[in-house]
Structures are given as structure tokens and as C-alpha cells.
């Protein structure tokens, strides 16, 4: 079981930056290879970031690839996702998602049906 919590998102100018983070508690989160998805009002929720549990493997939406970067620290069992040159397409709730380890994650990783556990999200908003 792994439970998940995301900060750190807010309201910014488009241009901005913002650095979200989502810690874990539970077991073995060494283990667990983590996405950032995002959902915005009247759309079904997306993929943008992950990170492969033992490789550090990352893969990007087309979206924000160049803009956003995502990485982990087991240390302090917490996945970041550093957003820049935000804009208010971006706007939406964020969400950070954990996948037990599995075969095939370069493909699987890009659909939230595939993660096991999911956090409550945190709003980032992007005015223009």
C-alpha cells in the first residue's frame, strides 16, 4: 500500500514556474514507478510525466516535453515535477500516480488505468 500527497501547486503568470511535489508513505516506494497526470474541468484526465522505478526512465507529453522535467529522490521517498514556462493551457489539477513494478512500462506508463495508487491532486492555475 502506498499513499500519496502533492504540493506545491498554486497560482502563477504564464511564463512562470512552479515545482510540484508528492510524497509517499508505505512500503518499498523504491519500487513503484511514478507518473504525474493532469486533469482539467470537462476533460478526462492525462498523461504528463513518469519516471521508471529502477531505470530512471522518464517519459513526456508531447505537450511538455523541453518545459517540464520530473524526477525522484527514494531518499526522501518524493517524486517532483519541475514545470516551466507555464501557460494557461497548463491550467488543471495535478495528479501523481504509483505503479507497482511491471514489464513494458515505457508503454504502459502513458494511461491512468495502469497505476495502482493515485494521490488527491493539487491545483495549478496559469493566468495569461
Known amino acids: 500500500q502506498v499513499q500519496l500527497v502533492e504540493s506545491g501547486g498554486g497560482l502563477v503568470q504564464a511564463g512562470g514556474s512552479l515545482r510540484l511535489s508528492c510524497a509517499a508513505s508505505?512500503?518499498?516506494?523504491?519500487?513503484?514507478?511514478l507518473g504525474w497526470f493532469r486533469q482539467a474541468p470537462g476533460k478526462e484526465r492525462a498523461f504528463v510525466a513518469a519516471?521508471?522505478?529502477?531505470?530512471?526512465?522518464?517519459y513526456y507529453a508531447n505537450s511538455v516535453k523541453g518545459r517540464f522535467t520530473i524526477s525522484r529522490d527514494n531518499a526522501k521517498n518524493t517524486v517532483y515535477l519541475q514545470m516551466n514556462s507555464l501557460s494557461p493551457e497548463d491550467t488543471a489539477v495535478y495528479y501523481c500516480?504509483?505503479?507497482?513494478?511491471?514489464?513494458?512500462?515505457?508503454?504502459?506508463?502513458?494511461?491512468?488505468?495502469?497505476?495502482?495508487?493515485w494521490g488527491q491532486g493539487t491545483q495549478v492555475t496559469v493566468s495569461s
Open positions: 500516480a504509483a505503479d507497482g513494478p511491471r514489464q513494458g512500462f515505457g508503454s504502459t506508463c502513458y494511461s491512468p488505468a495502469n497505476y495502482d495508487y
Open positions: 508505505g512500503r518499498a516506494f523504491s519500487r513503484y514507478s
Open positions: 519516471v521508471h522505478w529502477s531505470t530512471s526512465n522518464t
